[in-house]
């Protein structure tokens, strides 16, 4: 696709219930990140797929959190056991090459958990 | 690992006058340094990115960053700003070791008076 999709744009669960939230790469970008932006917050890293390399999970918040990317292109991020803190916005981005470069963002699911 | 600091959380400047703001970073090797651009209900768009070479870049829509190694910052600046350019700036650093993760700092609203 010309861009980064992110499915769905929002989100409305209830506290307890797991999420799927599902992030479509631009064609043939190797790295792949998750954000997310709770109101009025920066983006607070999650999680980084460099390539065939292990991914970077270091920001994943809790053991309730969890992504996996799989052939390569297609991302999860799983939330397991919402809670009202998960309310946010989560941000996918991918970038061509694994190194540092730009990074080109999707438009984020909005999550309310209620 | 590094980090970023945007000291500022909000500026108010009238239309017409110039703009800087502010980003410090910490890192311990040579950053690689980004302006993102986040317009409300919009993804992020990619301002500028430096790398190496010369310390002054050039980006789009009329702005430009300096890196200073000395002071670890890279400061945004636009001579005249828009109505348009109204958003949430975020300023990030990348590292060239173990992850290429994308650090971000916590953003700063610019309001622009009529």
């Known amino acids: 696709g010309a861009g980064v999709s992110q499915s769905p744009s929002n989100k409305v669960t209830e506290k307890g219930k797991d999420v799927e939230l599902r992030c479509d790469p631009i064609?043939?970008?190797?790295?792949l990140y998750w954000y997310r932006q709770s109101l009025g917050q920066g983006l607070e890293f999650l999680i980084y797929?460099?390539?065939?390399?292990?991914?970077?999970k270091s920001g994943l918040p809790s053991d309730r959190f969890s992504a996996e990317r799989t052939g390569g292109s297609v991302s999860t991020l799983t939330i397991q056991r919402t809670q009202q803190e998960d309310s946010a916005v989560y941000l996918c981005?991918?970038?061509?090459?694994?190194?540092?470069?730009?990074?080109?963002f999707g438009q984020g699911t909005r999550l309310t958990v209620v | 690992a590094q980090s970023v600091t945007q000291p500022d959380i909000h500026i108010t400047v009238s239309e017409g006058a110039s703009l800087e703001l502010r980003c410090n970073y910490s890192y311990g090797a040579t950053p690689y340094l980004f302006w993102y651009v986040q317009s409300p209900g919009q993804g992020l768009q990619l301002l500028l990115k430096y790398f190496s070479g010369d310390t002054l870049v050039q980006g789009i829509k009329g702005f430009e960053a300096e890196f200073k190694r000395s002071q670890s910052s890279f400061n945004l600046r636009k001579p005249s700003v828009h109505w348009s350019d109204a958003a949430e700036y975020f300023c990030?650093?990348?590292?060239?070791?173990?992850?290429?993760?994308?650090?971000f700092g916590s953003g700063t609203r610019l309001l622009v008076r009529p």
């Open positions: 981005a991918s970038s061509p090459l694994v190194g540092v470069t730009e990074a080109f």
């Open positions: 990030a650093v990348g590292a060239a070791v173990s992850s290429y993760k994308l650090i």
């Open positions: 797929f460099q390539g065939n390399s292990a991914p970077d």
């Open positions: 064609s043939g970008h190797t790295a």
